[in-house]
């Protein structure tokens, strides 16, 4: 059974930063590509980053390029998202997504429907 386990969201100010990872079991994570979309209320549903099976490959939204890094610890089976200058806009429930690293995932990552895989997701505020 995959499961995808969220942690590290919380309540920052403005201009403060938070990491969220995300421990992945039970699926062959090298071979997964891994994404991290955000919901917030009353609001769709956002992709915010992707990355391929190595660190080469990485895709962000523009609403968070330059501010927000992903990576991942294959050897720990994490993917993590670094999140600098953070804004209210940024509130969010944050989830976590994987599916097999496809050149149709890839190039589709900001569809959910290309993800099979889903974390409960973490929440982010972002306040003063």
């Known amino acids: 059974q995959v499961q995808l386990v969220e942690s590290g969201g919380g309540l920052v100010q403005p201009g403060g930063s938070l990491r969220l990872s995300c421990e992945a079991s039970?699926?062959?994570?090298?071979?997964?590509?891994l994404g991290w979309f955000r919901q917030a209320p009353g609001k769709e549903r956002e992709a915010v980053s992707c990355?391929?099976?190595?660190?080469?490959?990485?895709y962000y939204a523009d609403s968070v390029k330059g501010r927000f890094t992903i990576s991942r610890d294959n050897a720990k089976k994490m993917v993590y998202l670094e999140m600098n200058n953070l804004k209210p806009e940024d509130t969010a429930v944050y989830y976590c997504?994987?599916?097999?690293?496809?050149?149709?995932?890839?190039?589709?990552?900001?569809?959910?429907?290309?993800?099979?895989?889903w974390g409960q997701g973490a929440q982010v505020t972002v306040s003063s």
């Open positions: 997504a994987a599916n097999l690293a496809t050149s149709d995932l890839l190039n589709n990552w900001k569809r959910g429907r290309v993800w099979d895989y």
């Open positions: 039970g699926l062959s994570f090298d071979y997964h590509a």
């Open positions: 990355i391929g099976r190595g660190n080469s490959r990485k």
